[in-house]
């Protein structure tokens, strides 16, 4: 476990690089803020946007350090020593470890124990750190942004800053009840961290860049697109866009439709920005509801809210959490 005193020795000759990895509307760009307020040295950050809508994966970047020459880069984090990842479903979607040394700290907003987060991300050499992050902002925030709550784990793991240090900032950033709430619930966040650490020394002076990349000549850029970012597209250039991404894996409610109570009254399906609501034409001709397409909804709730009949309910997908496992090498 790292020390006060060994990481405030390294920050003196070295840069500590993070990432956060979000999605769009869950807070990761305030979350990499916050850390460059709280930090008391000097601090960079940056987001990486693609072509964001509410649910798309995003990044963000911080370096920190006490000399300033080593943060003067604006460039993103290719070697990052903590990686904090604000929505589990991320693991499966995009490769949150890339780049990172052995010995670097995941920290994953999840329920799932540290085997099955080693299975997802195909990596034995990090230090994890879980926490439900969800279940603390919904009881806590009343609402799903997660962000504040995930830099209590990393208060738990990192040192870099105080948890004094860190609602400095909150109160700096945010007012009155709100910024006591994300205190709140920062304080909860420290305390019900686990942790499972791997025994391996993390290298801090560690920070790969990925060789550039060009497209090829003669062609207009389009394989290299985000999947997420693309809706509308020609099928007969290339198979992208909505038809091809999961963004049923974007939010964080189940919603349920119940035939029984159902007028066809065909708000939802007007409201629906993702054409997740299914309709299918009857034996009268006209077009009926029939369910919803959980690989695209995304749970943004419109159509829970509009439905005039409360045909639509929603259940959370998220379970109890599962504290790390233990092995014969260690974990707490």
Known sequence: MLTQEYVNDILKNQCVNLRFHARGGQGGVTA???????????????????????????ESYVRLSFDYDLIRSNEQVYGPHFVSVLDPSLLAEVDVT?????????????????????????RKDLNIATIDATNIAMEILGRNITNTIILGALIRVSHLFSLEDLSDAIMRRFKGEIAAKNIAAIK?????TCLYEVNIELDFSKDTKVPWQQVELGLPGYKELDKAGVWYCDENVIKVGSDQVNTGSWGEWEMIWDKEKCTDCAQCWFICPDFAILREKGDDGLYHMAGIDVYHCKSCQNCLEICPVNAISKRSKQGPASCAVPEENGGN
């Not at 990499?32 to 995003?58: D, W």
């Not at 780049?99 to 799932?112: A, E, K, R």
């Not at 909860?188 to 019900?192: R, T, V």
């Open 32 to 58: 990499s803020n916050l850390c460059v307020e709280a930090f008391k040295g000097r601090g960079i950050c940056q987001p990486k946007f693609g072509a964001e809508r509410a649910g798309s994966p995003t």
């Open 98 to 122: 890339a780049g990172m040394p052995q010995g670097g700290w995941l920290i994953v907003n999840t329920v799932m124990n540290q085997l099955e987060i080693q299975d997802l991300v195909k």
């Open 188 to 192: 909860q966040a420290i305390e019900e």
